[in-house]
T-cell receptor, first 112, second 113 residues
Framework: NAGVTQTPKFRILKIGQSMTLQCTQDMNHNYMYWYRQDPGMGLKLIYYSVGAGITDKGEVPNGYNVSRSTTEDFPLRLELAAPSQTSVYFC???????????FGDGTRLSIL | GENVEQHPSTLSVQEGDSAVIKCTYSDSASNYFPWYKQELGKRPQLIIDIRSNVGEKKDQRIAVTLNKTAKHFSLHITETQPEDSAVYFCATYSGGGADGLTFGKGTHLIIQP
């Protein structure tokens, strides 16, 4: 039982490039989340999903897209990378009965 | 939307002393209040949480208190140890609007030997 798995762990992108951050969970959780954490700050919600085929915006969705085709996977896409998107990205999931959330180990992304 | 304020931003205490971190929130519908510990380069780890029908919860050296009327909750760590050094985040969850946690900005706890 691996919990929440994120790949890659580190990535450097050039401005304007695109990439997909992968997140998968093996706990059969309906709810999944993407957060970003800027240096010295708390986490901010980017997007979330309450089940396969259903996604919605969080506090800071601009510049990102998500999809949820299966219960297990919730990828986050950056279409045109900008320096402001340099951050650590955490994926999380929870069961249908409510919190707590389980976090992945994060993806550290630098855009130069 | 919800706004969570956390204080202090840095807290330095002598080993063995107690540490208290406080958070206030704005959304009266918030009903779940977790505390996370984050070590450098690691994921946030849940250390204790409390729900709105409870005023206090304890787990060994860690306790959380909640005052729903005043909209604030606090983390108390007693008999601090070097391994308690980390950044601590409070968060709230209301389940309405955008589903997800709203985090405070964090407190860097430093345990002085």
């Amino acid at each position: 039982n691996a919990g929440v798995t994120q790949t890659p762990k580190f990535r450097i992108l050039k401005i304007g490039q695109s990439m997909t951050l992968q997140c998968t969970q093996d706990m059969n959780h309906n709810y999944m989340y993407w957060y970003r954490q800027d240096p010295g700050m708390g986490l901010k919600l980017i997007y979330y999903s309450v089940g396969a085929g259903i996604t919605d915006k969080g506090e800071v969705p601009n510049g990102y897209n998500v999809s949820r085709s299966t219960t297990e996977d919730f990828p986050l896409r950056l279409e045109l990378a900008a320096p402001s998107q340099t951050s650590v990205y955490f994926c999380a999931s929870r069961g249908i009965m409510g919190p707590p959330q389980h976090f992945g180990d994060g993806t550290r992304l630098s855009i130069l | 939307g919800e706004n969570v304020e956390q204080h202090p931003s840095t807290l330095s205490v002598q080993e063995g002393d107690s540490a208290v971190i406080k958070c206030t929130y704005s959304d009266s519908a918030s009903n779940y209040f977790p505390w996370y510990k984050q070590e450098l380069g690691k994921r946030p780890q849940l250390i204790i949480d409390i729900r709105s029908n409870v005023g206090e919860k304890k787990d060994q050296r860690i306790a959380v208190t909640l005052n729903k009327t005043a909209k604030h909750f606090s983390l108390h760590i007693t008999e601090t140890q070097p391994e308690d050094s980390a950044v601590y985040f409070c968060a709230t969850y209301s389940g309405g609007g955008a589903d997800g946690l709203t985090f405070g900005k964090g407190t860097h706890l430093i345990i002085q030997p």
